[in-house]
């Protein structure tokens, strides 16, 4: 079993910048391809980037503009958010899947952390 744990969201301005982390326990945490997803009021989870090892895989609306990154000595991966737009906003949610390729569904990925809200507002 794998946990996640989110953390870094809030509110922000548009054109702001904000950093995610999500830290896992409970496996090898080297193994796993991580994505972040996201949840809008009223609408679908939706893919937003996905890692594995050095290859990502960005959602065109993000790209450019979100840059995923992991640390396996430290268990965590990051998102780092720049010019952020209030379409944005979202709950965001780190995701864990055993797959040897990354995978867009929601269904490719195993473990979810619990979320972290993203506002961008002025």
């Known amino acids: 079993q794998v946990q996640l744990v989110e953390s870094g969201g809030g509110l922000v301005q548009p054109g702001g910048s904000l950093r995610l982390s999500c830290v896992a326990s409970?496996?090898?945490?080297?193994?796993?391809?991580m994505g972040w997803f996201r949840q809008a009021p009223g609408k679908e989870r939706e893919f937003v980037v996905g890692?594995?090892?050095?290859?990502?895989d960005y959602t065109d609306s993000v790209k450019g503009r979100f840059t995923i990154s992991r640390d396996n000595a430290k268990n965590m991966v990051y998102l780092q958010m720049n010019s952020l737009k209030p379409e944005d906003t979202a709950v965001y949610y780190c995701?864990?899947?055993?797959?040897?390729?990354?995978?867009?569904?929601?269904?490719?990925?195993?473990?979810w952390g619990q979320g972290t809200q993203v506002t961008v507002s002025s």
């Open positions: 409970g496996g090898t945490f080297s193994r796993y391809v």
């Open positions: 890692i594995k090892w050095s290859t990502t």
């Open positions: 995701a864990a899947s055993s797959s040897a390729l990354i995978w867009r569904g929601l269904s490719e990925y195993e473990y």
